[in-house]
């Protein structure tokens, strides 16, 4: 008995530089995700090196990508952890793409996993632009480029449309998540505020949420 609980004490603990599964054989949705050996640091590097390849429109119009590649393609994470990676990565500085990177490979690989997806989603993107910017001065003189990123921003918009609507379905569940989502839409869109005053009501509101919870001994 005591060999076997050591055993599932190891499963269950984080860790740093293994496989995610053993973690999430514990979680309630553990079904979706098979156990498998530890993701190799190349193929997390190729993965994000993919993504940052076709990332026009900046940080956002990554997301639906990020989405498509770690939970669809690779069955990384769950709907409901990307989700919340992409929450936690708007709390944190930087561009919420390569945070979400971040959090994603350190989940994979720890520290090592960290940097390989960093420097995957930002390698592409970063020579592009350099040559990019070297070329500017030439090219910005052409109608034919303007013309391909003007039909290009129309799909930009249609995946960041996309991507609202399914993070709004997996994360405004009950009524006052429904209605405080569509609060803060209205104001966003009517006066246009600063929105690090709505991430900061949101802490505050998932902090004093879970408290009552808590509190009345439901789930936190």
């Not at 053993?22 to 530890?38: D, E, F, L, Q």
């Not at 034919?144 to 003007?150: A, R, Y």
């Not at 996309?162 to 966003?188: D, E, H, P, T, Y």
């Not at 509101?205 to 009345?216: D, F, L, M, P």
Request: with cysteine; hydrophobic share 55%.
């Amino acid at each position: 008995m005591a060999e076997s609980g050591e055993k599932a004490a190891k499963m269950a603990a984080p860790h740093a530089g293994g496989p995610r599964c053993c973690a999430a054989a514990t979680a309630p949705h553990a079904g979706a995700i098979n156990c498998a050996p530890p993701v190799s640091l190349l193929s997390i590097f190729a993965s994000f090196a993919k993504i940052g390849a076709v990332l026009i429109g900046g940080g956002y119009a990554m997301l639906p990508l990020l989405e498509d590649e770690i939970v669809r393609r690779k069955k990384w994470a769950t709907s409901e952890e990307i989700t919340d990676y992409f929450a936690l990565a708007q709390l944190l500085p930087g561009v919420i793409a390569i945070n979400t990177a971040m959090l994603t490979g350190n989940r994979l690989r720890g520290i090592w996993g960290n940097l390989a997806a960093s420097l995957g989603v930002v390698s592409v993107p970063f020579a592009l632009i350099g040559a990019y910017a070297v070329a500017y001065s030439q090219m910005h003189e052409y109608p034919v480029v303007m013309k391909i990123l003007q039909g290009v921003r129309p799909a930009v918009a249609g995946m960041m449309l996309a991507m609202g609507w399914n993070m709004s379905r997996k994360g405004a569940k009950g009524f006052w998540g429904i209605a405080f989502a569509l609060v803060v839409a209205a104001v966003v869109v009517a006066w246009n505020p600063p929105l690090v005053l709505f991430i900061l009501v949101a802490v505050a509101a998932g902090i004093v949420w879970n408290a009552c919870a808590v509190r009345k001994g439901g789930a936190a």
